[in-house]
């Protein structure tokens, strides 16, 4: 039986082999591995890319103190981007099933339609979630669009859920019965991160404080994003111009939002306005970033 | 010689609802090539099949005129030069030089080649991707492969980098590539595991639970024909003390979630078993089963974690909180829509349960259940408010009040229900309308016409003669609703429908009941040519410029003029059933005799009049002239 880090070790080596870049997770909080700018930022633009790892992703509001078994407010995701995507990438994609151990031709696999969107990032794609005898074990998104700029290339981006497909793997009822190395469960490794954030994101987060957090982190990416020159000519000022640490205020306000949302501070009339503003500032790196990559030396 | 055709579009999984659609559409343009195909599909491939192709279409000939016959010698060189032959070859014809052009007709081969590519491009998707990169071709999903085949020939073409072959892909991971011919085309991918015949498909899976009572679900058969290649069903279990939780709820999580159909036992209750159907042809160890089972015994334990630990709250304490549930971003949260749906329950009569249930009917978006279960909103509410004790009038509300979900479901089953349903709808209406939300073509995001559909078959079905009290863009957004609710789900002709509705369509139950009685009348032998005379006098009536004045009985001339009048006047305030038959022929008689535009304007006045208040009589139960007749 594979260990929770043997089946990451294994889908590693596996993209790496494939002539992935292993990457390590990103060290600002993230809802998802798509947020990360390895893929955010590297899918825009005609340039090849291809890379894998594994992020760990927080949903304040799916926390459950540790007592639903299938439910984490910290989930890991391995993410791997293929731009552009191979002719193959179904076969590919599934060969890293069987590197794993699960034999397809005792199993069912079926590819059922899922679009994938998110409104605060711009990004839309088409694709579908893969079910693995019933289980949703990976997302499969062909990206279109990403901060409101239509692809040049067109990436494949494969979102594996690590805990589902762990406990299938090992046939564990509950996430925290995982075997994350030999002697240690998941629970031993992540129970108390789930009890304490669910305490602190539903309980204890204070509301003013976030929210001036919020404004600050929002202010810090618009200072930087007002100071972009957009029109000179100058590429090496352009090349320098500091767009990967105005992603992060990005990052820090989507986190915060989320956290403010799972606390219920957010009001029904406030709610579209603050995603508006994540987004407009997504979307104003993004189109940033695109205008840095085309002139930079 | 006649040639057969095979054309398979390789793709990536295309959604299972889309793919009938495409077929038809494919159809539709090799009909255009004069190619009548039969269609197949799996998720993987859409295929077109026909016989008795001509190898080459006719060659035509065109007769080309040229100079006169005395025109000089080098003008004829030059027109026989242009058509590449010698004067030798040219014919006289009266006064011309002319040519015979034949043109030999071109190989169907050809033809193909050229315009498949446009053709399968040109397939309609509700929407579509690119994968090659910003400018390429646009599918539903990646295009891998093409087999294109006319007799043993390849027909050549090439899309987004993908050239045409006779190499087919089978099933995924049973399966192998193989080349194919026309005839060997179907054996070959059987044997590779794909089931190219949805027909042979649906059977496999119908076949498979034969001897099962499972619940009738054709919706969920369609999609599981075309979520699989080579679809197998498996039956398997589930510990029985989930059988706690709602039927609802079960059915549910199985059918929408892991698209399982649910099984019944013999007494009809639901037994705790389910199939799934599998994309693979057997499941000897039992892999398959075990991971389904596992995959719903986590989501029963959800359900039931959900079903728990919302009792924690009751829904009336819940109420407060859809201030914080958005129900539209212009139109505020589900708080501020329930003030006003308890507002409008009372309006339309409803009784204190009916107010009782407008109140809570929101509440269950608050529970996890709802919240994971989105489609048994309304379901949930009910079953809460019954189990916390609310009377079986306002929990049965709460429950029907998104009924009727189609215009096939039924509408809620009783007053209070209705109302809840209706005042829901409404006010949505309402609200949508006031913000410029409103329907465009095939966009209704906010599904407005299907709310308003449900208004008007409630109300109908109900016998609920309430008034649906809006203007403007509502209301001839309302009008087209009940048009096409009479006309498409009851039946009735669209004249009927517009003449019935030109009388007065306020009172729906009443409309209902004069179409009913127009629809009985219309075939008796008195009715059209009585329309067509009413057509008439509202023509003569309108040319006229003529809305209405004194009449005079004095003025009547004797003979077919006043019996005409002594008719109507004997036949006011009569139902239109008991009056046709004698009415008709004084109605003929006075068009046959009687000039309506006398030379003496009093006269003709008068006769405008008596005609306009024909009319009158009848224009409460419909405007004949909106019908259309033979004559």
Not at chain 1, 132 to 145: A, K, S, V
Not at chain 2, 401 to 422: F, N, T
Not at chain 2, 576 to 595: C, G, N, S
Request: with cysteine; proline share 6%.
């Amino acid at each position: 039986m594979l260990s929770f880090q043997q089946i990451i070790f294994k889908l590693k080596q596996y993209w790496a082999d494939r002539g992935a870049i292993i990457q390590e997770p990103y060290d600002v909080e993230v809802g998802a591995g798509t947020m990360c700018p390895e893929t955010f930022l590297r899918v825009l633009g005609p340039k090849p890319y291809r890379v894998a790892y594994v992020q760990p992703s927080r949903r304040p509001a799916d926390g459950r103190y540790g007592e639903n078994p299938n439910r984490l407010y910290k989930h890991s995701q391995l993410q791997v981007i293929l731009k552009p995507s191979p002719d193959d990438v179904i076969e590919q994609y599934l060969g890293s099933l069987e590197a794993i151990g699960i034999d397809l031709t005792k199993h069912d696999i079926k590819f059922e339609e899922d679009n994938w969107e998110a409104p605060t990032l711009g990004a839309w794609g088409i694709g579908w979630q893969v079910m693995l005898d019933g289980l949703e074990i990976t997302q499969f998104t062909y990206f279109q669009q990403c901060g409101g700029i239509d692809l040049d290339v067109v990436p494949a981006e494969l979102t594996y859920g690590l805990e589902r497909l762990a406990a299938f793997l090992q046939v564990k009822d509950s996430v925290y019965e995982i075997e994350w190395a030999p002697g240690f469960t998941y629970g031993d490794v992540r129970f108390a991160d789930e009890l304490q954030f669910s305490v602190y994101n539903f309980e204890m987060a204070d509301v003013p404080t976030l929210w001036k957090l919020f404004d600050l982190h929002e202010g810090e990416a618009a200072r930087l994003l007002a100071a972009y020159p957009k029109k000179t000519e100058d590429a090496v000022q352009k090349a320098r111009f500091p767009l990967l640490p105005a992603y992060d205020q990005v990052l820090k306000c989507s986190n915060l939002f989320n956290t403010l949302d799972a606390r219920g501070a957010i009001s029904v009339t406030e709610r579209v306005g603050v995603i508006q503003r994540v987004r407009k500032l997504a979307v104003g790196v993004a189109q940033a970033w695109a205008d840095q990559q085309e002139t930079a030396p | 010689m006649s040639l057969p055709f095979l054309l398979e579009i390789g793709t990536e999984e295309i959604p299972d609802w889309m793919i009938e659609p495409a077929l038809e559409s494919l159809k539709a343009q090799l009909d255009g090539l004069g190619i009548a195909a039969c269609m197949d599909a799996t998720p993987r491939r859409l295929v077109a099949r026909a016989d008795g192709l001509v190898e080459r279409l006719p060659d035509t000939a065109e007769r080309v005129t040229g100079p006169r016959k005395g025109a000089p010698e080098k003008a004829v060189e030059g027109f026989a030069r242009k058509q590449g032959v010698t004067p030798a070859d040219l014919a006289i014809e009266g006064e011309y030089y002319t040519y015979l052009r034949k043109t030999p007709g071109r190989r169907m081969i050809d033809v193909l080649a050229e315009s498949l590519p446009g053709i399968i491009l040109k397939i309609a998707f509700p929407k579509t991707m690119y994968w090659t990169g910003k400018n390429g071709p646009r599918f539903i999903r990646p295009i891998r492969w093409l087999v294109a085949l006319l007799g043993n020939d390849v027909i050549p073409f090439e899309i987004a980098g993908v050239k045409s072959g006779n190499v087919t892909y089978g099933h995924r991971r049973l399966g192998a590539r193989a080349a194919v011919t026309t005839s060997t085309y179907e054996q070959i991918l059987r044997d590779n595991f794909v089931i190219v015949s949805a027909a042979d498909r649906r059977a496999r899976i119908i076949d498979g639970i034969s001897n099962l009572r499972v619940k009738d679900d054709p919706a969920l058969l369609e999609t599981l024909v075309y979520l699989a290649e080579y679809p197998t069903p498996i039956l398997g279990e589930f510990d029985p003390q989930f059988l706690e939780l709602p039927e609802e709820v079960l059915i549910t999580v199985m059918r929408h979630h892991q698209r399982y159909f649910s099984v019944l036992d013999e007494a009809g209750h639901l037994a705790p078993w389910f199939v799934a159907v599998m994309n693979t042809s057997a499941d000897p160890e039992g892999l398959v089963k075990r991971g389904n089972e596992r995959v719903l015994r986590a989501r029963f334990n959800d359900a039931r974690f959900f079903w728990q630990t919302d009792q924690k709250k009751r829904l009336a304490d819940r109420v407060e909180d859809l201030a914080h549930v958005t129900f539209q971003a212009k139109l505020g949260s589900y708080l501020e829509k329930t003030n006003r749906v308890v507002e409008l329950v009372k309006e339309l009569g409803g009784d204190r349960h009916a107010q009782r249930a407008a109140l809570l009917a929101k509440c269950d978006l608050t529970t996890e259940m709802v919240k994971e279960f989105t489609e048994l909103q309304g379901v949930v509410g009910g079953l809460y408010a019954k189990l916390q004790n609310e009377p079986i009038e306002v929990w049965q509300a709460i429950y029907d009040h998104y009924k009727p979900e189609s215009m096939e479901d039924s509408i809620p089953r009783s007053r209070a229900g209705q109302l809840v349903s209706i005042a829901d709808k409404l006010d949505t209406l309402r609200g949508c309308f006031r913000v410029g939300l409103i329907p465009t073509g095939s966009r209704d995001p906010f599904a407005l016409r299907r709310a308003a559909q449900g208004v008007v078959k409630i109300m109908v079905e109900a016998d609920l003669s309430l008034p649906i009290a809006c203007d403007g863009e509502l209301a001839d957004f309302f009008a087209d609703r009940v048009k096409f609710y009479f006309r498409e789900v009851r039946g009735f002709r669209y004249d009927e429908v517009n003449a019935a509705m030109a009388a007065s369509w306020s009172d729906l139950p009443e409309l209902h009941t004069r179409l009913l009685r127009l629809k009985k009348i219309r075939p008796t032998p008195d009715f059209e040519p009585l329309a067509a005379s009413f057509k008439r006098i509202k023509n003569i009536l309108r040319q006229a410029g003529f809305e209405g004045g004194p009449f005079n009985p004095a003025l009547l001339e004797s003979g077919p003029e006043s019996e005409l009048s002594d008719e109507i006047n004997r036949t006011k305030e009569q139902p239109i059933e008991t009056v046709m038959q004698a009415l008709r022929p004084k109605v003929d008689l006075f068009f046959d005799k009687v000039l309506v535009n006398a030379p003496d304007p009093a006269v003709r006045a008068n006769r405008l009049a008596m005609l306009h208040n024909l009319l009158e009589q009848f224009r409460s139960f419909a405007d004949f002239s909106e019908i259309i007749t033979n004559s």
